[in-house]
């Protein structure tokens, strides 16, 4: 294990300290004594980083066809796809980040962000390299955008996630940070060991997926937050290196699933914060999801390929919110501006404050629990979530 640091070493674990900005704790790195606990190494297995891809075709030459996200990298013998963290080995496609995290911390819920989900409760979060997109405004771009051999890592197995979510009293692991979907097979072994201890399971994605991968997933997650970037092909190409129309199948095959969904939408000024693109955004998830999906509109700040633009103003983000509640839906936030009204969730019938935020922290929650669900103490108005 090494002490000294490099500069290398200083920014990435720099880049592991920001994404970790606002957690209840922080569990170090590369968590040093926690992880011997718990009988994972710090440095990685190669034995346990190597394992074979759930959800590809065999194709001719040794070649193979993924089928996890709407890509479908096809990939020569000793080659990668797009994410770079898979690799075809002889006609075998291996993923090479199994149990092989570069970031993991304790977080509270509301940073994913979730809102209706367990509030005021801590989930261990975890990433390892790669991403299926590129967007020039990452902050989290010395995960996503990096290999694996790019970035200093630990070995934490499926198992040893789970056994060190449920000693620092997490409620729930959340595959955030970088983009879970490229790291499908380990996340999917994680949810169904951490389900196993009675924890639950969240992925904070970009919505690349495609269906049969995401339908058996969603058997052992019990929530999804889904950025949806913008409501325009054009963003999603030119902004994302991604595409629009998979991520929208996404949500409507979630929402047939039934778990529990929420969409955060970053605006970025001049290029996808219009509001006819806001409306028609709005109204599509009203239409297609239900009014009930949370609607979280978060401020962007100039960072990765994108510095040439202000943060956005709070005065956008205020009517984003107004347009998405105008064309129906019933829970809209305002995201990255500490202390806005916007935070808190009211009830859509009496407009009673039920859980008051500031930041990632729950400052009071007036929820009244029923064997259902939960509901308004003022007007009994049933509220949607993942109440406990």
Known sequence: ???????????????????????????????????????????????????????????????????ICPKECIVADQERGYCGNKENRGGIYYTLVYSRCC??????????????????????????????????????????????????????????????????????????????????????????????QGIGSVMISNGYIKEKPLRKLCEVLTGVKIDLKAFTERFYKETCSGELAPVLDALECLHDIGIWLEIVVLLVPTLNDSDEELRTMAQWVVDKLGANVPMHFTRFHPTYKIKNLPPTPVGTLDRAREIALEAGVRFAYVGNVPGHRGENTYCPQCANVLIRRLGFHVLSNALAHTSGGAECPNCHTPIPGVWS
């Open 1 to 67: 294990m090494k002490y000294g640091w490099s500069r290398r070493d200083f920014l990435l674990r720099g880049c592991a300290g920001v994404c970790a900005m606002g957690a209840a704790s922080s569990l170090g790195w590369p968590f040093g004594g926690l992880v011997r606990s718990a009988g994972a190494e710090t440095t990685p297995n190669e034995n346990e980083a190597i394992k074979e891809v759930m959800f590809y075709d065999n194709l001719d030459t040794l070649r193979v066809q993924c089928q």
């Open 103 to 196: 970031a993991a911390h304790v977080d509270p819920i509301e940073k994913k962000p979730l809102f209706h989900y367990l509030p005021g409760s801590q989930a261990f979060s975890i990433s390892t390299a790669g991403c299926n997109f590129e967007c020039r405004f990452c902050q989290n771009w010395q995960i996503s955008q990096f290999r694996p051999e790019d970035v200093d890592d630990f070995t934490l197995t499926p198992g040893d996630v789970a056994n060190l979510a449920r000693a620092r009293g997490c409620a729930t692991v959340a595959y955030t940070y970088g983009e879970p979907v490229v790291f499908y097979t380990y996340m999917y072994d994680v949810a169904s060991a951490a389900r196993e």
